[in-house]
């Protein structure tokens, strides 16, 4: 949007949260981290054509980037996070992983018969969705499946 006011033009339209915008030197690129790839990945944003481009496609989550004024260097943070659903015998000590995921996992919560967990998962295409898992093995089945919601707390 200008300083002086009017129109602001949308340049992203993927359904995933940018955050973090800062504008290159030569004001031709906005500089900005998004979810849009799966992890957390630094983009840049032609300001003329608004056609996005990710810089960085390394493991782990790329966030708050910063350039320097001369457009040289280029500074961020990067954060690799594992979520997991795990099974811990309070007797035994033992402990059992029965999910990980690299998108955040919340709120696991056992089935009245013990057989299923269900639990909350941000999901690639966005929202937050519920999942059900099986207690003793198997593979994590989406539930919900909307984009635009965020479930939470399952009971």
Known sequence: MPVAGGTPTQL???PAF??????SPDGRYILYSS????????WKVSVKDGVSRPILTGSGDDDFPDIS????RLVYSNRR???S???SDPESGEHRMLHESRQMVLAPELSADRSDIAFFSVTL???VQLFMLPLFGGTPTQVTND?????????
């Open 18 to 23: 940018p955050s973090a915008p800062v504008w």
């Open 35 to 42: 979810l849009r790839g799966g992890s957390r990945t630094l």
């Open 85 to 87: 659903i795990v099974l």
């Open 81 to 83: 996070e594992r979520f």
């Open 69 to 72: 004024a001369d457009g040289s």
């Open 125 to 127: 295409t966005g929202g």
């Open 147 to 155: 984009p635009l919601a965020t479930h939470a707390i399952p009971r």
């Open 12 to 14: 992203t339209f993927a």
